[in-house]
């Protein structure tokens, strides 16, 4: 199986020195891979469903998100499928793309600092989501200056409000080395396409070419979580995504995730979310996100 690069090149149009796309139907993300580039990365989805899974931190989205993701983080597509008259616009800019000092000058401090911030991944919460979201969708149809002043409008606004979650409060201890990075690619793939059931250490490790013991310091040290709870919190986020979804049964709904045992998909649950289940599904249906 052939892993995609590790490093995405991003190259904006010509007479551009930033990116930004508008997806306005749902993207089939067969090409979804754990990727990182030294261009920082806004998405912001006006109505949409999906995973997020930025850095250490795994969560789902029902409805819209905007997030903003630091250079070389890892990161995974986003969005599983957009609602009706949903968009996903996407926006990627390197730090340094207005000059190498012109966001260290005293005026840009706050700016600066928000990029600092986003190498954790940042989560902007409501209020600002839904007064930045319309200026971020703005921005495909304005060219030149006009596309750089209103983007600095939007940095401005970011920067400026405490309106937002930081995903990877803890940091994040990736080490950005090209065969380790296929390796960490190929195996949340396998996690991806199977956590519904049980994975086992040696079909994995087997799967990367390593030993059981290797692997482990392997995965825990690039990823700083074991490979159990990692497979653990991709079965509480699709749970997230069924409770909030469906109608079925939180007993069936345990076992379609690949848990086996309820009171231990209670107990997982309660603390990746902090809340029970029952309580999880009576608040997603007061309050869609």
């Given at each position: 199986m052939k892993t995609k690069p590790t490093l995405e090149k991003i190259t904006p149009s010509f007479g551009s020195s930033m990116l930004v796309k508008k997806h306005e139907q749902f993207l089939k993300r067969t090409n979804a891979f754990w990727h990182f580039h030294p261009e920082i990365e806004i998405v912001y989805v006006n109505k949409g469903k999906g995973k997020r899974h930025i850095g250490n931190h795994i969560s789902y989205f029902n409805n819209s998100q905007l997030v903003l993701i630091g250079s070389n983080l890892p990161h995974l597509g986003f969005v599983d499928r957009l609602t009706t008259n949903g968009s996903e616009t996407l926006i990627q800019f390197k730090p340094d793309f207005l000059g190498k000092e012109f966001f260290k000058?005293?005026?840009?401090?706050?700016?600066?600092q928000l990029f600092e911030r986003a190498k954790k991944g940042i989560r902007f919460n409501i209020e600002i989501k839904k007064r930045i979201g319309a200026k971020i969708e703005k921005l495909i149809d304005l060219e030149g200056a006009n596309r750089?002043?209103?983007?600095?409008?939007?940095?401005?606004?970011?920067?400026?409000?405490d309106d937002y979650t930081i995903l990877n409060a803890d940091g994040f201890a990736f080490e950005t080395i090209p065969k380790?990075?296929?390796?960490?690619?190929?195996?949340?793939?396998?996690?991806?396409?199977?956590?519904?059931?049980?994975?086992?250490?040696?079909?994995?490790?087997?799967?990367?070419?390593?030993?059981v013991p290797a692997f482990c310091r392997f995965f825990k040290k690039t990823t700083n979580k074991t490979f159990t709870k990692l497979v653990n919190e991709y079965r509480v986020v699709h749970a997230t995504k069924l409770l909030s979804e469906s109608q079925t049964s939180i007993t069936d709904i345990c076992y379609e995730c690949g848990f086996n045992n309820f009171s231990h998909f209670n107990k997982l649950f309660k603390e990746f979310t902090g809340k029970p289940a029952s309580k999880y599904r009576r608040e997603m249906s007061n309050f869609i996100q």
């Amino acid at each position: 199986m052939k892993t995609k690069p590790t490093l995405e090149k991003i190259t904006p149009s010509f007479g551009s020195s930033m990116l930004v796309k508008k997806h306005e139907q749902f993207l089939k993300r067969t090409n979804a891979f754990w990727h990182f580039h030294p261009e920082i990365e806004i998405v912001y989805v006006n109505k949409g469903k999906g995973k997020r899974h930025i850095g250490n931190h795994i969560s789902y989205f029902n409805n819209s998100q905007l997030v903003l993701i630091g250079s070389n983080l890892p990161h995974l597509g986003f969005v599983d499928r957009l609602t009706t008259n949903g968009s996903e616009t996407l926006i990627q800019f390197k730090p340094d793309f207005l000059g190498k000092e012109f966001f260290k000058i005293p005026e840009m401090t706050a700016i600066d600092q928000l990029f600092e911030r986003a190498k954790k991944g940042i989560r902007f919460n409501i209020e600002i989501k839904k007064r930045i979201g319309a200026k971020i969708e703005k921005l495909i149809d304005l060219e030149g200056a006009n596309r750089i002043i209103s983007f600095l409008e939007i940095l401005k606004e970011l920067a400026n409000t405490d309106d937002y979650t930081i995903l990877n409060a803890d940091g994040f201890a990736f080490e950005t080395i090209p065969k380790d990075n296929e390796k960490i690619d190929l195996v949340f793939k396998h996690i991806n396409e199977n956590f519904k059931r049980h994975i086992s250490l040696e079909e994995v490790a087997d799967l990367v070419s390593m030993t059981v013991p290797a692997f482990c310091r392997f995965f825990k040290k690039t990823t700083n979580k074991t490979f159990t709870k990692l497979v653990n919190e991709y079965r509480v986020v699709h749970a997230t995504k069924l409770l909030s979804e469906s109608q079925t049964s939180i007993t069936d709904i345990c076992y379609e995730c690949g848990f086996n045992n309820f009171s231990h998909f209670n107990k997982l649950f309660k603390e990746f979310t902090g809340k029970p289940a029952s309580k999880y599904r009576r608040e997603m249906s007061n309050f869609i996100q």
